[in-house]
Structures are given as C-alpha cells and as structure tokens.
C-alpha cells in the first residue's frame, strides 16, 4: 500500500517568520546585566566591555551581532514540513467546519 505525504509551509514560530532572532549572547547579556542601568553612565561602557572581554570579546568593535539568523528557519521566516495526506485533509476539514478558510 502506497503512503502518500504533502509538504506544507508555515511561518516559523522561533522567529514569527522575521528569519532574525536576538543572538543568544546578547540574550544572557541582558538577562545578567539588565545593560548595567543600575550604575552611573560613564561607568556603564566600561562595566560593558569588562562583560564581553570575560567572554573572549577584546573591544566594542568585536562584540558579537545582537541579532543573527533564526537557526530554525535558516533566516527565511519559513518553516517546511511534511505530513501524511490524511492528516492534511484531517486539518482542511477541520478548519473548513470551523469557518476558517486558507488558501
């Protein structure tokens, strides 16, 4: 008996179909900083960069990119699938009878 199979494209959730998302370093920076607000500002540049040289950056100009490509979608902002034809024709009805219409 044949198996039959449909691919299907949708939005990628990682990055709500942008294709960026926040790089996790700058993510644990602000997590463990909170951007060092909570000192004066003429100290903040230099508690910055004492963070990033812990972590092998020598200078502003080679900290790492805030935002990079989204791992899930490749940076597209689409995710591929695939799916038993059953299935799909399961999830058409389905929306069908729930008045939802796609294309």
Request: aromatic letters at 10%; glycine letters at 8%; a negative charge.
């Amino acid at each position: 008996m044949k198996t039959y199979f449909v691919s299907y494209e949708e939005p990628c959730n990682a990055c709500d179909g942008s294709g960026i998302i926040e790089n996790p370093q700058w993510t644990a920076y602000w997590h463990q900083t909170n951007g060092h607000r909570h000192l004066p500002i003429d100290q903040q540049l230099e508690a910055d960069e004492q963070w990033w040289a812990k972590r092998g950056y020598s200078s502003t100009s080679k900290w790492p990119p805030e935002e990079i490509n989204c791992d899930e979608c490749d940076g597209n902002g689409i995710r591929h699938g695939r799916v038993l034809l059953t299935e799909a024709l399961s999830e058409l009805l389905k929306n069908h009878q729930m008045g939802e219409v796609s294309p």
